[in-house]
């Protein structure tokens, strides 16, 4: 059985549908018993646990074979995911997937970085066999200005002219799902983007032409940037961290394309006019 964490979100949420396409057995871990009561009325088999509770873990992974591990950006996000790291070794689980982001380093200039390479480096420790998806910018973090999309055809930012060669969650979820139920658990790093890099102002122009109107990018300078996610009721580290993030992008941090997402799921990553068009209600006024 696979046990996926982070089953209500983005890409869990993905990598449950995947899996329950292919009629592979796994349980959600999710944290709520509402929650788990909207999922099992799908057919989904749950268990109520939190990576926050850690006896609540113990009784979670009996019986999983593998974890797919992903939480939310939140300050505590190591420690969350070390007390799943540490239940699944005492669990006896043999295989790990983890969700983590590309630029995973301890001296990362980002919290989120360090954050992720903290908990790449408690798996290495732990000795279980695991594969560490490093993932760039999402696509999906496009729905996060749909508002302003929808609202004043324009989305913000402060990463320049620099190109991102951003990932539709969709794709990591099926490398997720490739790995977790391949003959082989391929261990290792996998660096995962999209096919192709694009600057915002590239971006908007895919927008406009699948939306049918003009779409602008306004870019803006950092300390603006930062006052519009703090007024979006984003924590101060998280918007301090996202504009030094927009400041790596600008530099070309995440412009390089990877093969990854087709070497290990057999077909090519989704592009950003494919993902603009498959949510095009988002961004519809
Ligand atoms: N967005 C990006 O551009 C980007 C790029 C690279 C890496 N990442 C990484 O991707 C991850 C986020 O992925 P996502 O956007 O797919 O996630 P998401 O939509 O934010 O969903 C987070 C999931 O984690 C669950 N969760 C949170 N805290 C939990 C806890 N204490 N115990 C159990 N479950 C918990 C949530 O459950 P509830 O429903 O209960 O809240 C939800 O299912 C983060 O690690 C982030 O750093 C993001």
């Keep these: 059985m696979i046990l996926v964490a982070g089953a209500t979100g983005t890409t869990g949420g993905e990598v449950v549908r995947l899996l329950q396409?292919?009629?592979?057995?796994?349980?959600?871990?999710?944290?709520?018993?509402?929650?788990?009561?909207?999922?099992?009325?799908?057919?989904?088999?749950?268990?109520?646990?939190?990576?926050?509770?850690r006896a609540s873990l113990g009784p979670a992974?009996?019986?999983?074979?593998?974890?797919?591990?992903?939480?939310?950006?939140?300050?505590?996000?190591?420690?969350?995911?070390?007390?799943?790291?540490?239940?699944?070794?005492?669990?006896?689980?043999?295989?790990?997937?983890?969700?983590?982001?590309l630029g995973a380093d301890s001296?990362?200039?980002?919290?989120?970085?360090?954050?992720?390479?903290?908990?790449?480096?408690?798996?290495?420790?732990?000795?279980i066999p695991h594969a560490v998806l490093r993932p760039g910018s999402f696509m999906q973090?496009?729905?996060?200005?749909?508002?302003?999309?929808?609202?004043?055809?324009?989305?913000?930012?402060?990463?320049?002219?620099?190109?991102?060669?951003?990932?539709?969650?969709?794709?990591i979820a099926a490398v997720a799902v490739a790995l977790l139920t391949g003959e082989e658990h391929a261990s290792g790093v996998h660096p995962l983007t999209g096919p192709e890099a694009?600057?915002?102002?590239?971006?908007?122009?895919?927008?406009?032409?699948?939306?049918?109107?003009?779409?602008?990018?306004?870019?803006?300078?950092?300390?603006?940037?930062?006052?519009g996610l703090l007024e979006a009721g984003l924590e101060e580290w998280l918007a301090d961290d996202l504009v030094t993030l927009n400041d790596l992008l600008a530099e070309g941090a995440?412009?390089?394309?990877?093969?990854?997402?087709e070497r290990l799921t057999g077909r090519p990553a989704r592009t950003f006019g494919q993902f603009v068009a498959d949510c095009a209600d988002a961004f519809r006024k």
């Design 21 to 53: 396409e292919r009629g592979e057995p796994f349980t959600a871990l999710v944290r709520s018993a509402a929650k788990a009561e909207a999922l099992q009325a799908t057919g989904i088999d749950t268990v109520v646990a939190d990576l926050a509770d």
């Design 61 to 101: 992974m009996k019986g999983a074979e593998s974890l797919f591990l992903l939480s939310a950006s939140v300050a505590d996000q190591a420690a969350l995911q070390l007390n799943a790291v540490e239940a699944a070794e005492k669990a006896g689980v043999g295989f790990i997937v983890k969700v983590s982001a």
């Design 107 to 127: 001296e990362s200039p980002l919290a989120l970085g360090r954050a992720h390479a903290e908990v790449e480096e408690g798996l290495a420790a732990s000795g």
């Design 141 to 171: 973090n496009f729905l996060g200005s749909a508002e302003t999309i929808r609202g004043q055809d324009q989305f913000y930012g402060s990463s320049g002219e620099g190109k991102i060669a951003m990932i539709d969650a969709r794709d």
């Design 198 to 227: 694009l600057s915002n102002a590239e971006a908007a122009a895919v927008l406009s032409d699948v939306m049918g109107r003009e779409i602008r990018y306004l870019d803006v300078p950092g300390d603006a940037f930062k006052a």
């Design 254 to 261: 995440e412009a390089r394309v990877t093969g990854e997402v």
